[in-house]
């Protein structure tokens, strides 16, 4: 299924809207948890021209990192793009493994304004997709269920190998994994800081910070809002 994933998406047309940068050819990985942005940052880059990770191919790809810590067939695949977002770049500690391969690469973690509103538009989104009353968190059942995205049952695989089973979807784990993934970036890249930026999407000044980080020049003023979940 992967290679075939990667045919389709090598065939798609390239962007049309290229606008001048200075960071050359180096990757740009997108490490925030997924509902913090990543979607709205993912449509920007495409705006702006750049070539983009297949989201199905990296879907696919998370096993090997969460499961089996092999990186190989995931450095492979970043060899074809220059930027990626969603899993397996928004997973806990991938960043470590990324930076050292690609030295040049920068890192953008997005981030929300609390740990409250991150987990609250985590469980509203997947609630709207999956669950029957539409507001509660699915069932085990709901997510073996669901055909939302690549196969059925692909969300139940993927949420139960990124945070264990017992832990869906308990808010203080959550929460506490949410938090600590952002300490852990920026204590890495503490001493890195022309590699990284954190950024919120709903402050209108980092969208001005993002474009000094990579020396863009575009007439876009403002984030793009995609995925929003109410």
């Known amino acids: 299924m992967i290679?075939?994933?990667?045919?389709?998406?090598m065939g798609y047309p390239p962007p049309i809207k290229a606008v001048s940068h200075n960071i050359g050819n180096a990757k740009v990985f997108i490490i925030g948890y997924n509902k913090t942005g990543t979607t709205s940052l993912k449509t920007l880059f495409k705006q702006w021209g750049f070539k983009l990770g297949s989201?199905?191919?990296?879907h696919l790809l998370t096993e090997d990192w969460l499961k089996y810590q092999n990186l190989d067939r995931i450095f492979r695949y970043c060899e074809l793009a220059q930027?990626?977002?969603d899993k397996p770049f928004s997973t806990d500690g991938i960043y470590k493994p990324l930076a050292e391969k690609f030295p040049d690469s920068r890192f953008i973690l997005s981030v929300r304004d609390n740990a409250d509103q991150w987990y609250n538009s985590w469980i509203r989104y997947l609630a709207s997709k999956v669950s029957a009353d539409k507001v509660s968190p699915p069932t085990m059942d709901e997510l073996k269920q669901s055909m939302n995205f690549l196969y059925r049952g692909y969300l139940y695989d993927s949420d139960v190998l990124q945070w264990g089973e017992e832990n869906l979807y308990k808010p203080e784990i959550f929460k506490m994994r949410y938090e600590a993934h952002i300490s852990d970036v920026r204590t890495y890249f503490e001493d890195k800081p022309e590699r990284f930026i954190e950024i919120n999407v709903g402050v209108s000044e980092d969208f001005q910070r993002l474009l000094n980080f990579l020396g863009i020049q575009t007439t876009i003023s403002q984030f793009p809002h995609e995925n929003r979940s109410r």
Do not use: A, M, R, T
């Not at 989201?55 to 990296?58: A, M, T």
């Open 3 to 9: 290679k075939q994933l990667i045919k389709q998406w």
């Open 55 to 58: 989201e199905n191919v990296g």
């Open 83 to 85: 930027v990626f977002q």
